[in-house]
Nanobody, 121 residues
């Protein structure tokens, strides 16, 4: 079993900051990549930011310069620091992990349950 536990969502005024965290736990051998996606009701889920095992990152154009993703490999945790938030950043944010199960010896993808971020104008 593998679980992704997200935290840090909430309500913030435009221009403010939030930090999301996501910890992976369970039968994990290694994590290839972790990241954050977001989804607005009625729209497709979109990539926000991703960090690979070696530390390379990529971001959606809409968040470059405002959001920063990082990971703590020892804790199997990924963070998303969100600054200069805008009302259009309002969405449910989902944690994602591409990892290798230690029990099944398979690479598998997992999603968190999502955390709501609301940015008021």
């Amino acid at each position: 079993q593998v679980q992704l536990m997200e935290s840090g969502g909430g309500l913030v005024q435009a221009g403010g900051s939030l930090r999301l965290s996501c910890a992976a736990s369970g039968s994990i051998s290694s994590i290839n990549a972790m990241g954050w996606y977001r989804q607005v009701s009625g729209k497709q889920r979109e990539l926000v930011a991703r960090v690979a095992s070696g530390g390379s990152t990529n971001y959606a154009d809409s968040v470059k310069g405002r959001f920063s993703i990082s990971r703590d490999n020892a804790k199997n945790t990924v963070y998303l620091q969100m600054n200069s938030l805008k009302p259009e950043d309002t969405a449910v944010y989902y944690c994602y992990a591409d990892l290798r199960r230690s029990d099944l010896l398979l690479n598998m993808n997992y999603w968190g349950k999502g955390t709501l971020v609301t940015v008021s104008s």
